[in-house]
């Protein structure tokens, strides 16, 4: 058998390391080449020496390129470098001269030679997981692969390099890689930066849009903006796994599993693939077959039940998502052992999971999906990255774990289909992702389509399906978004989707529509709101349909809209002069998603807030006015979703997170603090919830975990007035059922006040412990608004007057404390807070925060709750919050709580801070 040396392939070479050392490793091997590259302009280049047969020899003096972290776009890389500084404050972005990335760029790096014996069949290949958008790529001076076929944003190519490796190592120079890389022309909304003057029929590249989202950077992403893989393999290299899960009748799941192969050689090579699934307790399953691999292609291997009965499973250890279970994944293990001894084999290591999941069309026609044969609410977020696709595991970990926290299930990705690591993450988090594909941009331009873009577009979902099938998280993949495709665009895609053995469901758009080419309706719809709406309109019965966004059915993007920063992340991006001109500036404006869709502003979001909490004095009052109206309209947007399951059968908040720092669009900002509508949407899905809908005046629980029937619960309704008087009280029996939702009593008119705005504070009980809180101001009379306009934002004919909660509740000085949590998590720290209201007058939405030795907030931090809604005269709560240690290293913080009867209308005052003292020890575990 052949003996492979590999060099530090992680790395590339190091300052003063000679390329040529090398250390032992096991083949086969696959390793990410990170290190060692930089970057530059094609502009800035001689043309007698700034060509790719030149560029990519050991020769080459790259000493003045940018060197750079990978993978990074252009503009990251001239940022790791300290260009364009503050690029994310105010309106700096639009300043930046586009024309800089209209010239190709090249990126280069050397790669330490791996030493085998080429003469067995052994193969080096690279893969680009991530080029935007055409690349001609060389290696030691030879054009590998051209412009001509590296195209395409979410395209994965593997070039084998097997003959230049033998040549470098002959001449005992390290590999070189140069790769020149030319930005993407797609048809955008904002067309200045993604066309650059051409037009329509000539912007058709396949590439990533910001749609609305944010404004495009001007590089548009372009650069390698995805892992490069270096493998050494034998001819035949295991690829692209998939376990599919059929549960039968009884309770045994039926496997079936298939890998792809891939042979470089010229010859067909012999020999045995075989198959084993793993688990804590032992072998699941494992197979093997004889099979013969065809010269110079991939084909598809695939055991079942009929060739391998083993792939009948008995007790099957499944995946759930992780309110249902345990996300329980396995090892799957897939080794290619060639006849010839002498040839090296291949090999696959992966981690999957059991699970089934199916769609069903409703009797309303909505879709409905189970996981394993239980019906599951689908509560999620749309997913953005970084706007310069500057994402970490870290960074995916954080998100993940704010995900969790929320209550919601779900993640969807339109266009924004992210690397390995986050589905990997997403695997072992039991949180369901929805990928698809984008909107608005070259991919939903069909009538323009030419051969290269039908080419392009089935070769990345080809590319895509492939890497996501393993993933038990993937739960269903969107193959349009706001349109259906042409019935010879759905062909193609249906074809590749069969050719690929998808496993789980399809959606072919994320609209409500019927396929001309199937007759399948797609049972989802998108019908809006993407701007505020009042509370009352979630459950109002004139939005219960597929035309509307109210409570029913799939919906897969909604929003309440506005979420403004909170004072401190606008800080970071608003200079003080641009703060405030007797309202929000241009320079909030800019934060707003994108000036070139319907959106681009607070204006679908000021006029509520300032006719329904009193007009904003300063960016303090305003941001603090924005928390409450997030939260309310959040909380109200889930509750009616979640209190409507199964009528209602999915909601996908638009969105769960920001490209960059935004006044809208998010449950927490691109700092990680988190404001308002983070917590009215972790109020709305606790575990266990009791909630009021403005509409119907109904208190509901709602169960989200499936394990138990809770019995024995008590819940308790209760109004106070504006100085925290007791009007009215009742309580009733109840119980609620696994994943089951149960109307407990109605809210009668004469419980809350008819001339001012009236505190109901809902309470589940059982023996006396309180299991959910929640509490509303409901004002006098609700808005009152009309179904017209609701995508943007329904017209309100009269708002609902709520500025009594900034006139008539003052000032109170609560008093605080905290306590050290000795039982946390592996790598966390926390303190349990406590917050006491001394006065007479009730403390309204208090924030609290903790904050390290330099005064700023410790972030990402996981609080029991915030923004506490009130707390009555005399009343004293106690709060848990966590953060890891790699964000806060000790304990050494201090902890805060300001109400809004502190901040709106005035400034805070010093005495709002907590006062400083020596924490004490708890054992409260978190």
Request: glycine residues 8%; hydrophobic residues 40%.
């Amino acid at each position: 058998a052949p003996f492979l040396v590999l060099a530090a392939l992680l790395c590339g070479p190091c300052v003063g390391a000679d390329p040529t050392t090398v250390t032992s490793v096991s083949p086969p091997s696959r390793h990410a080449v990170r290190l060692g590259w930089s970057m530059q302009s094609s502009a800035v280049l001689a043309s007698s020496t700034g060509r790719g047969e030149l560029i990519s020899l050991p020769s080459y003096d790259a000493r003045t390129w940018y060197s750079i972290t990978f993978p990074a776009t252009v503009l990251a890389g001239l940022m790791q470098h300290d260009e364009y500084p503050g690029l994310f404050e105010s309106t700096t972005m639009q300043n930046i001269d586009p024309s800089r990335f209209d010239p190709s760029w090249w990126y280069r790096t050397e790669i330490p030679i791996p030493e085998v014996d080429l003469s067995e069949g052994t193969a080096v290949t690279l893969t680009f997981k991530g080029i935007n958008y055409r690349a001609n790529i060389f290696v030691n001076g030879d054009l590998v692969a051209g412009n001509d076929t590296i195209q395409g944003t979410f395209r994965a190519f593997e070039i084998d390099i097997t003959t230049q490796v033998a040549t470098a190592r002959g001449a005992g120079t390290s590999i070189v890689v140069a790769v020149e890389v030319f930005r993407p022309y797609d048809v955008g909304l904002d067309k200045n930066l993604t066309c650059r003057g051409r037009p329509d029929e000539d912007c058709l590249d396949l590439a990533i849009s910001w749609v609305d989202w944010a404004p495009t950077p001007p590089d548009v992403n372009m650069g390698l903006w995805r892992d490069v893989e270096l493998a050494v393999t034998g001819p035949v290299a295991v690829r692209h796994p998939q376990v599919a899960t059929t549960l039968l009748p009884s309770g045994d799941a039926s496997l079936e599993v298939l890998v792809a192969l891939r042979n470089l050689a010229t010859t067909s090579v012999a020999g045995v693939v075989a198959m084993s699934i793993e688990g804590s307790s032992g072998v699941v399953a494992s197979c093997s077959s004889p099979i013969t691999v065809k010269a110079n292609g991939v084909m598809s291997h695939v055991w079942s039940t009929t060739d391998c009965p083993a792939l009948i499973v008995a007790n099957p250890p499944l995946w759930w998502p992780w309110q249902m279970g345990a996300p329980t994944l396995l090892n799957l293990t897939v080794t290619f052992a060639p006849t010839d001894t002498s040839v090296m084999g291949g090999r696959l290591d992966e981690r999957v999971g059991l699970r089934q999941v199916t769609k069903t069309i409703d009797e309303n026609r909505n879709a409905l999906f189970r996981v394993n044969g239980k019906r599951i609410l689908i509560r999620g977020g749309g997913w953005a990255p970084d706007l310069l696709q500057r994402m970490t595991p870290e960074r995916h970990a954080q998100e993940l774990a704010y995900v969790r926290h929320l209550g919601l299930n779900a993640v969807r990705l339109e266009g924004k289909l992210q690397d390995d690591d986050l589905f990997q993450q997403a695997d072992e988090m039991g949180i369901m992702m929805l990928p698809g594909i984008c909107c608005c941009d070259a991919w939903q331009k069909w009538p323009l389509w030419q051969t290269e873009q039908m080419n392009v577009a089935g070769a990345s979902l080809r590319d895509q399906l492939r890497r996501l099938r393993s993933h038990p998280s993937v739960v269903m993949f969107i193959y349009s978004s706001d349109e259906l495709p042409p019935p010879n665009v759905e062909r193609m895609f249906l074809s590749i989707f069969d050719q690929e053995a998808w496993a789980t469901p399809t959606v072919a758009s994320a609209s409500y529509l019927t396929s001309s080419l199937t007759g399948n309706v797609t049972g989802v719809k998108m019908t809006g709101p993407y701007g505020w709406v009042p509370p009352n309109f979630w459950t109002d019965s004139r939005g219960l349909s597929n035309q509307f966004g109210g409570a029913w059915g799939f919906i897969t993007e909604t929003s309440p809209g506005g979420s403004p920063l909170t004072l401190e992340s606008f800080e970071k991006v608003v200079p003080p002069k641009e703060r405030w001109a007797d309202g929000p500036t241009e320079a909030w404006d800019y934060h707003c998603g994108s000036s070139h869709g319907a959106f681009g502003s607070l204006s679908h979001f000021t006029p509520a807030l300032e006719a329904r909490l009193g007009n904003a004095t300063s960016p303090a009052d305003y941001l603090l006015k924005a928390q409450v109206q997030a939260y309310e309209s959040h909380r109200a947007m889930f509750e009616a979703y979640s209190g409507a399951k199964y009528t209602s059968t999915g909601v996908i908040q638009w969105m769960l997170n920001n490209g960059w720092p935004e006044m809208m669009w998010h449950l927490y900002d691109y700092f990680l603090d988190t404001g308002g509508a983070f917590y009215g949407a972790k109020k709305a899905m606790e575990p266990l919830h009791i909630q009021f809908s403005p509409s119907t005046r109904i208190v509901t629980v709602v169960q989200s975990l499936y394990a138990e029937t809770k019995s024995g619960l008590t819940a308790v309704a209760e109004t106070f007035d504006l100085a925290g008087k007791s009007l009215w009280k009742t309580s009733s029996q109840t119980s609620v059922a696994p994943d089951g939702t149960v109307s407990v009593f109605p809210i009668p008119p004469t419980a809350t006040q008819n001339h001012e705005t009236t505190f109901l504070r809902l309470r589940l009980e059982k023996d006396g412990v309180t299991l959910s809180i929640n509490t509303y101001w409901v004002p006098a009379v609700l808005d009152n608004f009309t179904m017209s306009g609701c995508f943007t934002g329904c017209d309100v004919a009269t708002f609902a007057d709520m500025t009594d909660l900034a006139s008539k509740l003052t000032r109170v000085d609560l008093e605080v404390s905290w306590a050290v949590v000795t039982q946390t998590a592996p790598g966390r720290l926390g303190v349990a807070m406590t917050i006491h209201n001394p006065s007479t007058i009730p403390a309204f939405f208090t924030r609290l925060r903790v904050l390290g030795r330099d005064g700023t907030d410790v972030l990402p931090s996981l609080w029991d709750d915030n923004y506490i809604v009130l707390l009555l005269p005399n009343e004293t709560e106690i709060i848990g919050v966590t953060w890891a240690t790699t964000d806060q290293p000790d304990t050494d913080v201090t902890c805060t709580a300001t109400p809004f009867n502190n901040v709106v209308g005035t400034p805070p005052r010093p005495q709002d801070m907590a006062r400083s003292h020596t924490p004490r020890q708890s054992t409260l575990k978190l």
